[in-house]
Nanobody, 121 residues
Framework: QVQLVESGGGLVQPGGSLRLSCAASGSIFSINAMGWYRQAPGKERELVAT???????NYADSVKGRFTISRDNAKNTVFLQMNSLKPEDTAVYYC???????????????WGQGTQVTVSS
């Protein structure tokens, strides 16, 4: 059983900052890429940022220069530092990870339960 648990969401004023965390636990052999996605009301889920085991990162154009993804491989944790937040960043943020549970299987994608981020004055 593998679980991803997010934390750090909340209400913040425009221009403010939040830091999201996502910890993977359970029967884990290794974790490949990890990432963050978000889904705003009435919209499809979209990629925010991803990071590989070697810490190569990729960002959506809408968050470049404002958000930073990082990871702690020893703790199976991925972070998303969000600065200069805008009302359009309001969404439920989901953690995603490509996890292998044995050395003999390919990885599978797992999702967290989501954490609400609201940017409003």
């Amino acid at each position: 059983q593998v679980q991803l648990v997010e934390s750090g969401g909340g209400l913040v004023q425009p221009g403010g900052s939040l830091r999201l965390s996502c910890a993977a636990s359970g029967s884990i052999f290794s974790i490949n890429a990890m990432g963050w996605y978000r889904q705003a009301p009435g919209k499809e889920r979209e990629l925010v940022a991803t990071i590989t085991t070697g810490r190569t990162t990729n960002y959506a154009d809408s968050v470049k220069g404002r958000f930073t993804i990082s990871r702690d491989n020893a703790k199976n944790t991925v972070f998303l530092q969000m600065n200069s937040l805008k009302p359009e960043d309001t969404a439920v943020y989901y953690c995603n990870a490509d996890i292998r549970i044995t050395p003999w299987n390919d990885g599978s994608f797992y999702w967290g339960q989501g954490t609400q981020v609201t940017v409003s004055s």
